[in-house]
Structures are given as C-alpha cells and as structure tokens.
C-alpha cells in the first residue's frame, strides 16, 4: 500500500466495518474514523464513489476521495477502502498532463507542417517544370520539353506536353 499511496501521492486507508481506520498510509494527515456519510454512500454504491466533500471537514488540506466497501464471496461488507489525494497534488497533476499535451501537440503541428511542405514539394515541383517549358515555349523556344520523372499522372501531362512539342516544331 505504501507504495501505491507514494507513487500516486495519496493516502490510503483500510477500515473495518465500523469505519475505524486499521491502516492508514499517511500517519500525518489521516483520520482514525471514516465518516458515517462516506460509509453510507460506500455501501449504496456497487461502484467506488466519489466522496470528496465528506473527507474534506476532517483532514487538514483539501481532498479528493474514492472509497468502496469491501465484500466477501457472500456479499457481505467486511470492510472500507479509501483512497484521498489532495486537490493540489491533483492540480499540478493535471497542470502538468495538460503541459505535456500542449507540448506534444505543439511538436506534431510542427513535423505535421515539415512532412506537407515536402510531400507539398515533392508534388508541385514537376508541375512548375511543365510550366516553365510551357512558357519558354510560348515565347518561341520551340526546343522547350518538359522533364519526364516516374509514371503517374503529371508524368503523363509531361509527356502529353512533350509529344504536343515535338509535332509543333515539326
């Protein structure tokens, strides 16, 4: 438990069924008592609960509470787990999850961009070929031809352009 309360930053307890704390993580800032409302709502919920309001009037700082009552094979409550953490340790939690995200988002924009000015590049290139032969071809130079590279469709432009060269300056 002590490694899960130090790795999270929270404070883990473990009650009886009477709500006494048995074990605490957090000598502290704990409570000896888990709060009748926080057992209450435990019990009604199949689910862990949140009940941050209800832990909040007895620690020392602000906290933010899951508890789940425990069962055994039968049904029946044997005892309480509770986990708190407090609201600035999940502040700068947060803060720093949301840091990496913008980080981490500002990064892809940037290799986003560099990877379509290349393809972006790559695609405009033997276009402005074609075109630089087609205007040296309209301003006489009848030896003008257009580059010829793969076999895709500005390939085929290439060498449509080419062939309409090569009749015209016969």
Do not use: W
Not at 32 to 61: C, M, W, Y
């Amino acid at each position: 438990l002590k490694l899960i309360s130090d790795t999270t930053q929270s404070t883990v307890m473990i009650a009886d069924l009477y709500g006494k704390v048995v074990t605490c993580t957090d000598s502290e800032d704990c409570t000896t008592e888990i709060p009748k409302d926080a057992i209450d709502l435990a019990n009604a919920s199949e689910g862990a609960i949140r009940v941050s309001d209800t832990f909040t009037k007895h620690f020392q700082h602000e906290y933010y509470a899951v508890g789940k009552a425990v069962r055994d094979s039968v049904g029946n409550v044997t005892g309480y787990i509770f986990v708190a953490s407090s609201i600035g340790t999940i502040r700068i939690f947060t803060n720093a999850l949301l840091s990496m995200f913008l980080v981490s988002a500002c990064v892809m924009i940037l290799v986003s961009s560099i990877v379509s000015l290349a393809i972006t590049g790559r695609l405009v290139m033997p276009l402005r070929n074609i075109s630089d032969a087609a205007k040296r071809f309209s301003q006489g130079d009848l030896s003008a031809r257009a580059t010829v590279e793969g076999d895709d469709e500005i390939a085929h432009l290439a060498t449509t352009f080419n062939n309409m060269a090569t009749f015209a300056e016969n």
